[in-house]
């Protein structure tokens, strides 16, 4: 909290009385004190600044109540826009207010109660106050996430992680925990509460009518809008931290919120009693209403309301958003989307649980309460209305029933497990790519801030238990198929699979999804082995050892310190902490090291996908198998993004030209083929690096 602290400690610097000299000066500039105030009572010098304190610089300004004013030179520049505007109080009410060194204070109708650090701007303004007695600034202020009217509550304070919001709301059962939080919240609301304003270093509020009862962190920007009840952090040394300057412009309307470092807020979008989380923004009249959104996360136009959204949500257009409990994030939100049906004729108390990345079809309407925390990565299909369900299958695609099924409800949707990595790999690819892109403004806030560095990888161990628990319920199939199509083929409904929700699945549909979760296991396990040889040490034979037999000391998880003594695997299931998946982690792998993961968790797995796939358990065989799958997936990129190469030119005139081919011109087609080559390359050479070895060892 020393970005608070560093603000209020400015009103208990010692101070000086005016000079009958400076007194005289100030009257001459034009400037006036109300009474009952006096110019000799009620207008001091900050006691640091006495020597440099000059009266050349405040003129037009009428003071009233108890003001400390600092120096104010042309020495002293704050720049707005670019452009260098030499410090002073100029043509400005002031009252009970303490003005730090080169600030600016000029067109302004009222500043009232206000701190004002070295070097920042307040210009052209409207009222600029603080109206409570006293205020925290929106912290220690509760919002009502996943449930509108309450139960999932999240107090939240200025420092606070999407993960530890996450873990309040979504962990009601443990009563202790949320007892400590709000009490440890509270007390940190308390520490800062004040009963002024505070304006941070080099922060600018520029042509805004309403700012009250408000922190402004160092070099913020707030230009044309109101900001009430709030806290905006930022910062403004580029060399240590070159994504924390938030802004906050273009007609926004920002109260009872906390707005984190690097957040962007334009086009007259609203936040109410919400929390933004580092690096998120809104825009193009956005709604962001008792809601806590995630890093690298954004809306415009549409409205989020009563919700916890993670990280790289993209909501791009008018949609809804209601009552959602979203912590794993990575998902978009199609146009006209309406996720928000948690009014159920009763009372607004129905929720809905979102897996990671998770994709809302243009016009779809989700019926509440839902949970799709074990189907990461499913797409919702144009148009789709789903039930109430519990969907426990990954990387799925939820479609439109084409077809009327005896005995089966109308109202079911036709799911098909694993389709989106066996038809649209290509969808996979472009998030990965994106999230990297988008994640570098928190990776690089993260050492610095504490915040979370993001995996951007969709194949991780949470998402592959995930898929293993998955195909163990489509393999264990008690009973025989109790429906039959207008093609005589079996159909399933959840009575028969658990896990399948409010939806059927073809006996064809289910055989493939057993294939798909099969290969993708696999080259996860064998994908993570090859990232585990890179990561040990020695030459090949000494790689494969520490990799096949943990013969070696592993990497320590939380430095990359050697452990002496000590076999790598138990190091690594220590470290690894055997992964605790659990159904709301979103960061519990993060930090760990190849090796950890591999002997943490991936080992065992590939081992038996390898006999299930009848395959040698060696190295040898893993790896080649790696290559093969590795290249294959990349064909199957080509092969999804080409399916619009052949549609579009029978639709639209020009397609071609205007668009161009897979295989020439997309970066994630290209970048797909480059990896495989690469990879199939540096195993090649691995191998054989190997076999030119004369150490006996087989591999």
Request: aromatic share 8%.
């Amino acid at each position: 909290m020393n970005g608070y602290q560093d603000v209020i400690s400015l009103q208990s610097q010692p101070t000086r009385p005016l000079t009958p000299t400076e007194i005289q000066q100030l009257q001459s500039n034009n400037n006036h004190i109300l009474p009952p105030s006096t110019w000799t009572t009620n207008v001091h010098v900050l006691q640091s600044s006495s020597t440099t304190f000059s009266t050349g610089n405040i003129r037009n300004v009428t003071f009233g109540g108890h003001n400390t004013l600092g120096s104010f030179t042309n020495q002293h520049t704050v720049r707005i826009e670019g452009i260098a505007l030499p410090s002073g109080l100029y043509d400005s009410t002031i009252f009970d207010s303490t003005i730090s060194d080169g600030a600016r204070i000029s067109q302004t109708v009222l500043l009232s109660r206000c701190v004002v650090s070295p070097g920042a701007a307040i210009v052209g303004c409207g009222k600029v106050c603080m109206r409570a007695a006293e205020s925290s600034f929106a912290n220690g202020h509760s919002i009502p996430v996943a449930v509108e009217t309450g139960g999932r509550e999240v107090m939240v304070w200025a420092g606070m992680t999407l993960e530890e919001a996450s873990r309040i709301a979504g962990n009601r059962s443990d009563a202790q925990l949320i007892r400590q939080w709000e009490q440890n919240t509270q007390r940190l609301a308390d520490q800062i509460k004040c009963k002024c304003s505070l304006f941070g270093r080099n922060s600018v509020v520029f042509n805004c009518p309403r700012i009250e009862d408000v922190f402004i962190g160092a070099g913020a920007f707030v230009e044309g809008s109101s900001v009430v009840n709030a806290s905006v952090l930022s910062s403004n040394d580029a060399a240590k931290h070159p994504h924390a300057t938030t802004s906050i412009v273009g007609g926004c309307f920002i109260e009872n919120s906390i707005v984190q470092w690097g957040c962007t807020c334009e086009s007259m979008s609203i936040v109410s009693d919400s929390f933004m989380c580092s690096t998120s923004h809104v825009e193009r009249h956005a709604k962001l209403l008792e809601s806590i959104l995630g890093p690298c996360s954004g809306v415009a136009e549409g409205e989020i309301s009563a919700s916890l959204v993670g990280p790289f949500v993209g909501f791009h257009h008018q949609s809804l958003l209601i009552a959602c409990y979203w912590p794993a994030g990575r998902g978009n939100i199609g146009y006209g989307a309406n996720v928000g049906s948690n009014h159920t004729g009763k009372a607004p108390d129905q929720e809905i649980w979102p897996g990671e990345g998770l994709f809302f079809g243009l016009a779809t309407a989700i019926k509440f309460p839902s949970n799709f925390i074990k189907a990461p990565y499913t797409l919702i299909a144009t148009g789709v209305t789903t039930l109430p369900q519990r969907l426990e299958m990954p990387f799925s695609l939820i479609n439109a029933s084409s077809e009327i099924i005896p005995n089966v409800s109308p109202a079911f949707n036709e799911v098909v497990p694993g389709w989106i990595l066996s038809d649209n790999l290509y969808m996979i690819l472009r998030n990965e790519t994106k999230f990297q892109k988008r994640g570098k403004k928190a990776t690089q806030l993260s050492a610095d801030t504490g915040h979370v560095n993001y995996d951007h990888q969709a194949l991780r161990p949470c998402t592959v238990t995930m898929m293993l628990e998955a195909r163990h319920k489509l393999m264990n199939v008690k009973t025989a198929c109790k429906y039959m199509n207008s093609k005589q083929e079996g159909i399933w409904t959840s009575k028969e699979i658990d896990g399948i929700g409010k939806n059927y699945m073809k006996e064809s549909t289910r055989l493939k999804s057993i294939q798909v979760y099969s290969d993708f296991v696999l080259f996860y396990g064998v994908r993570a082995m090859w990232r585990a040889l890179n990561n040990a040490d020695g030459d090949p034979h000494e790689k494969v050892n520490q990799v096949l037999h943990g013969t070696t000391q592993a990497l320590s998880f939380s430095k990359g310190r050697r452990e002496s003594k000590e076999d790598s695997t138990s190091t690594a299931k220590r470290n690894f902490g055997m992964l605790k998946v659990t159904s709301t982690a979103t960061v519990s792998e993060r930090g760990a090291n190849a090796l950890d993961e591999w002997f943490g968790y991936a080992q065992q797995i590939t081992k038996q996908e390898m006999l299930q796939h009848k395959l040698e358990w060696t190295v040898k065989n893993g790896l080649l198998k790696y290559i093969e799958l590795q290249t294959l997936f990349a064909q199957n990129v080509l092969l999804s993004k080409q399916k619009d190469d052949k549609r579009g030119p029978k639709i639209i005139d020009g397609y071609k030209d205007a668009h161009g081919a897979a295989e020439k011109n997309d970066q994630v087609v290209q970048k797909a083929k480059e990896d495989a080559i690469v990879e199939k390359r540096n195993v090649m050479a691995f191998l054989n690096r190997y076999a030119e070895m004369k150490k006996p060892s087989k591999l």
